[in-house]
């Protein structure tokens, strides 16, 4: 039997306004980029009309060079620490706030203040609150848990997880919201029938709660890959990518090749590197959510 | 339908025919636009000139737009495709051989001969050429110094240092507390190599060839004194800007930086006892050049940016307009030590000019900065000595020169 509708002609009109909005805005910018990386598009040929085509010649510079490497395993460390700490906590806090005290709701509005603030300001107060000096330190001598400072963000060894700290305070909230949007949808008979039953809480929160809000955390877990995987301005403004290149990430490595050296070819290919990644950890989840779907 | 798709084309173009060039004429006028970055406190000198300029004759309106520093770069990439430039752009000097090289530029050489004000000094001036010709104007010139705390260096008996020696010791003697001796920047950027070079010049070494044994002792020099903790690690973030915010609030008792701070140091740390001297020596003193070019895209309004460029960077506007905003005017022919007779301060900012050598200039110069930049936090951070750290740079550099 055939499910789709037959749409009238005046209907389309009202997909045309989005669909041109996709193919233009969308669609054009990833189907250029794709193009890019395969000329050899310079500062020095930009203006001219035709550009040479080299194949996979951008690509190739590119692996042939240590900083993809260390790029790629930075950006995935950065994403995957991220991903573990703001989920973690996220599901913690929302679990708690989900215990609905008399403040909760005002509390939960408060810590998602982090989440909307703007990433450069985030990222300049982290950037002195994790300074040698800063705040951190002063407080974590003070506790006597380290006898001299730490330095975050300016000592190789570290600087990655000065950035992980910043972006986790950013995540959390975030995540927390999402989770508890889908606790609140658990229904309450469930659990007391569950109790009722025997189950102790972790049994609940293990058997019953989890594969619940399944869809909620399987949207987190995605959308904060594709936040955390795409980290731009974070890094950009607390370590322009040092000290040495320990937290150089395929966006800033694209935005350096772009537009500090001019190799737009070579930085549209780091980015479509980054872009493949994304589209892969989509493509999981559409298949994890459709399979949900066909299931119910 | 027919009557609804062509109402929606119409719309479309109707939108298009919106959205064209504003009118080229004002009041009968011209119009030639530029694009810059000034920021407070240059801001409102250079737009009360244009204001100035406008008023002056009735050929050329001026019009100037503002575009942030990190942005103006990519939106001439970009204007080089979509053909939207303005008539004049500003550029940092260190970029401008890039984008000379790509043609954006108009080579102005012809006229600059011909003009009869046109003394400048030889640095700035280098930075506007390219293969021989000319496609720009120097604007202002600034360098780099070193800011001390008179108080300071008095209570620890230290006299004001002249020399690595000196420094090196005033450094170690000023480490106390929270208070770091000396600090500079070594961010990842720019900022961070034209901070390094004048080390490497000082020492005798030659920017293009920084793997010589005086840019080993400059990195040397520079990595004993983090490590030995008279200089923060921190620099490794830090900016120039961050750096005066550590020199205002007492976290460092010197610090390299540039003239364009003084009035922000005046502003943000009123009661603080301090001057300039130049940056002490090994070999001879040393400095890099900074400051902005002016200049005129290619095929646009050439006949009318040339006009009120001459008349912006003629010696007289140029020896009025550069003090008030505490640059350097890049013309020969002005009496610096006359001009800033009056302040002690910028007067050693002239005499610390006199030593200050240009980056590059090299179509391929991001490229050199990010070697140089590389091998100081290489060394820096002790993760390879400064001879490992500055070959490995001068590969990277020859291997840049030899594709160019």
């Not at chain 1, 006898?147 to 963000?153: N, Q």
């Amino acid at each position: 039997m055939k499910m789709i509708k037959k749409i009238n002609s005046y209907e389309i009109l009202f997909v045309i306004p989005a669909l041109g909005y996709m193919l233009i805005f969308v669609g054009y910018p990833i189907i250029y980029n794709i193009v890019l990386s395969f000329q050899d598009t310079t500062l020095m040929n930009i203006g001219s009309a035709s550009k040479e085509f080299v194949g996979l010649e951008n690509y190739k510079n590119i692996f042939s060079s240590p900083l993809i490497f260390i790029t790629l395993k930075n950006t995935l460390f950065y994403t995957v620490m991220c991903l573990i700490i703001q989920f973690s906590l996220g599901f913690l806090m929302a679990l708690f706030f989900n215990l609905k005290f008399r403040i909760s709701g005002f509390l939960r509005g408060i810590i998602i203040i982090s989440w909307m603030m703007p990433t450069i300001a985030t990222a300049l107060v982290f950037k002195f609150m994790l300074s040698e000096t800063g705040i951190v330190n002063n407080y974590l001598m003070i506790l006597g848990l380290i006898k001299e400072p730490i330095l975050w963000i300016s000592n190789q060894d570290t600087a990655m997880w000065g950035l992980i700290i910043a972006n986790s305070w950013v995540g959390i909230p975030f995540n927390m919201l999402l989770l508890s949007t889908g606790l609140s949808n658990v229904p309450d008979s469930i659990i007391e029938s569950a109790k009722i039953d025997g189950a102790v809480a972790w049994q609940r929160l293990i058997f019953i709660v989890v594969p619940m809000i399944k869809p909620a955390i399987l949207s987190v877990l995605v959308l904060g890959f594709v936040y955390t995987f795409k980290v731009f301005d974070l890094v950009f403004t607390m370590t322009a990518g040092g000290p040495v290149n320990s937290t150089e990430v395929l966006s800033t490595y694209s935005y350096l090749l772009s537009f500090k050296y001019y190799y737009f070819s070579q930085g549209a290919s780091v980015a479509n590197i980054l872009a493949i990644f994304l589209i892969i950890v989509s493509f999981i989840y559409v298949r994890l959510t459709s399979k949900e779907e066909v299931g119910e | 339908m027919k009557k609804i798709i062509l109402f929606l084309v119409s719309l479309v173009f109707l939108f298009i025919s919106c959205s064209g060039n504003d009118s080229e004429v004002v009041d009968g006028k011209e119009v030639v636009t530029i694009w810059h970055y000034f920021a407070e406190p240059d801001v409102g000198a250079f737009l009360s000139y244009i204001d100035e300029y406008n008023s002056l004759q009735d050929k050329y309106f001026v019009k100037a737009q503002f575009v942030p520093r990190e942005e103006l770069l990519k939106q001439y990439a970009m204007g080089a495709v979509a053909g939207e430039l303005p008539d004049i752009g500003m550029i940092d000097n260190p970029d401008q051989a890039s984008f000379s090289k790509a043609g954006l530029f108009e080579d102005i050489t012809d006229r600059f001969n011909a003009w009869e004000d046109n003394q400048f000094l030889e640095g700035p001036l280098n930075s506007v050429k390219y293969d021989g010709r000319i496609y720009g104007l120097p604007h202002a010139v600034n360098c780099l110094a070193l800011f001390y705390d008179v108080d300071a260096l008095e209570e620890n008996n230290l006299e004001v240092p002249t020399n690595w020696a000196q420094l090196e010791n005033a450094a170690k003697v000023l480490t106390k507390g929270d208070t770091k001796g000396l600090v500079w920047s070594a961010v990842k950027n720019e900022e961070g190599t034209f901070q390094l070079l004048p080390w490497i010049i000082s020492a005798g070494g030659n920017i293009n060839k920084i793997n010589s044994p005086e840019g080993v002792r400059a990195l040397t020099f520079l990595t004993d004194l983090v490590k030995n903790g008279y200089a923060s690690k921190e620099l490794l973030i830090w900016g120039q800007a961050d750096i005066e915010k550590q020199f205002n609030a007492g976290k460092a008792a010197m610090m390299i930086n540039g003239s364009w701070m003084v009035p922000s140091v005046l502003k943000n740390a009123p009661n603080k006892n301090w001057s300039v001297t130049k940056i002490p020596m090994d070999k001879k003193y040393a400095s890099v050049l900074g400051g902005e070019n002016f200049t005129i895209i290619k095929g646009k309004n050439v006949d009318g940016a040339w006009d009120f460029l001459t008349w912006f960077i003629s010696s007289e506007i140029s020896e009025r307009y550069c003090k008030e905003i505490g640059k350097f005017s890049p013309k020969s022919n002005i009496d610096i030590e006359k001009v800033y007779g009056d302040d002690p301060i910028m007067k050693v900012f002239a005499d610390q000019l006199k030593y200050a050598v240009p980056r590059g200039p090299h179509p391929k110069w991001p490229e050199i900065s990010s070697a140089m930049i590389n091998a100081e936090h290489e060394s820096l951070t002790l993760n390879k000595t400064p001879q490992e750290a500055l070959d490995e740079a001068q590969a990277k550099i020859d291997q840049i020169n030899k594709a160019d």
